[in-house]
């Protein structure tokens, strides 16, 4: 069975460009959850989709970010002209259900996103 | 959102030796769940243990172990006898168990060098 799956694994991107990352979540789960992780902190939560639907996007940062999972192929985070500041990881996670039973997160190996 | 504190930004160990690590965690709710992560090198994020918090006795997963004190909203992680492939960065997490609430809150990491 395999793994939650993100490419590319390294995105360099020139400010202004736009980045896409995508995540193939674990065979069966249909429920994403976006993480991004700045040098030297904690992952961060950012959104959290079910497929077709974003279920809580109170992570995201208002302007040129956007996030979407459609009913066919993988999740993808677009992040619109980027700046220095996006330069980080971004993690995707999956689960097989998202409500109050603890159904795990289980993490993608994450897309290191720079920005030049 | 919760706020998950993680004091030690690195701790070092002996091969063969005990090391803890400490979380305290700020929260109302009386529900939900924490976490231990660890991030190799390669940045794959691994579930180690998971504590609920209605259950008092305390997780264990072979050589890991935690300390969860929910009065003192505290969560340490302990590594016994450890191996060169435990050296990592160690996140503590929390999540609400409460609502529609799923996301994970991460503190900022411990850095665990193993000597040999």
């Known amino acids: 069975n395999a793994g939650v799956m993100q490419n590319p694994r390294h995105l360099v991107r020139r400010r202004g460009q736009e980045a896409r990352l995508r995540c193939s979540p674990m065979?069966?789960?249909?429920?994403v959850y976006w993480y991004r992780q700045l040098p030297e902190e904690g992952l961060k939560f950012m959104v959290y989709l079910q497929k077709e639907n974003i279920i809580d996007e109170s992570g995201m940062p208002k302007e040129r970010f956007s996030a979407e999972f459609p009913k066919e192929g993988p999740s993808i985070l677009r992040i619109q002209q980027v700046v220095r500041g996006d330069s980080a990881a971004y993690f995707c996670?999956?689960?097989?259900?998202?409500?109050?039973?603890?159904?795990?997160?289980?993490f993608g190996p994450g897309t290191r996103l720079t920005v030049t | 959102a919760q706020t998950v504190t993680q004091s030690q930004p690195e701790m070092s160990v002996q091969e063969a030796e005990t090391v803890t690590l400490s979380c305290t965690y700020d929260t109302s709710e009386s529900d939900y769940y924490l976490f231990w992560y660890k991030q190799p090198p390669s940045r794959q994020m691994i579930l180690v243990i998971r504590q609920e918090a209605y259950k008092q006795q305390n997780a264990t997963e072979n050589r890991f172990s935690v300390n969860f004190q929910k009065a003192a909203k505290s969560f340490s992680l302990k590594i016994s006898d450890s191996q060169l492939g435990d050296a990592a960065m160690y996140f503590c997490?929390?999540?609400?168990?409460?609502?529609?609430?799923?996301?994970?809150?991460f503190g900022a990491g411990t850095t665990v060098t193993v000597r040999a």
């Open positions: 996670a999956s689960s097989l259900r998202g409500d109050r039973v603890s159904y795990e997160q289980y």
């Open positions: 065979k069966g789960h249909s429920h």
């Open positions: 997490a929390y999540r609400s168990r409460a609502g529609d609430d799923y996301k994970l809150s």
